[in-house]
């Protein structure tokens, strides 16, 4: 099993490697800061346990009125989506830029658009980018294999839960500690994605 510190190097290493795929498709996307359509209206923000990680150590780094400001905008995001209503990224600022844009997660990285968004135009991205992208986001999981992929919000909570930080922290898979919740809030299990693509 990979130390947690060696997965975190890894993930910028993933990334880094789709982004340069990428790279020439990108090129006249409409994609600017200040445009957050994929942010309020586009979809799911899917993570992994392990970019949920990164978030956590960003989110503790913050001044103590910010974390708590970020930690009810994420509550606030899983109620609205055990609902089912709409909610916007609790990561959006106000000036429509992204709080943790440095370290943002892939589902956020691999969304481009070659024109600006809006209702009657979604997003427009390649074929191929979407196929890089699902491929990616299967490596991520792998690497990922003692934990979990689902919505954000969902993720971050399971990670403000110290009995299952620790466990996941030192490299323990217990999905039945986890079950009910992840089967109410379609939470999968990284292993089982491994699993299947040996």
Same mark, same amino acid.
């Given at each position: ?72 905008? +994420? *509550? !606030?995001?899983? $109620? ?14 106000? #000036? ?72 996941? +922290? *030192? !490299?323990?898979? $217990? ?14 299990? #990284? ?8």
């Amino acid at each position: 099993m990979m130390c947690m510190y060696r997965k975190l190097d890894k993930i910028k290493d993933i990334y880094k490697r789709f982004e340069t795929e990428a790279a020439a498709y990108k090129e006249n996307a409409a994609c600017r800061k200040g445009c957050a359509y994929c942010c309020t209206d586009a979809g799911s923000i899917d993570i992994t346990t392990l970019e949920g990680l990164v978030i956590l150590e960003k989110i503790r780094s913050l001044l103590r009125p910010q974390q708590v400001k970020v930690n009810k905008a +994420l *509550a !606030g995001d899983l $109620k609205k989506r055990e609902k089912g209503q709409h909610s916007v990224c609790p990561f959006l600022m106000k #000036n429509k830029a992204c709080m943790i844009y440095e370290i943002r997660p892939f589902s956020c990285r691999r969304i481009y658009s070659v024109h600006v968004c809006n209702q009657d135009n979604p997003p427009k991205l390649s074929r191929k980018v979407m196929k890089m992208a699902e491929n990616t986001i299967r490596e991520l999981q792998t690497l990922d294999d003692t934990g979990y992929s689902g919505h954000i919000s969902y993720i971050m909570h399971m990670l403000k839960a110290p009995k299952f930080l620790s466990n996941y +922290l *030192a !490299g323990e898979h $217990k999905p039945g500690d986890v079950m009910a919740f992840g089967k109410t809030h379609n939470i999968v299990i #990284n292993l089982n994605i491994s699993d299947s693509l040996k």
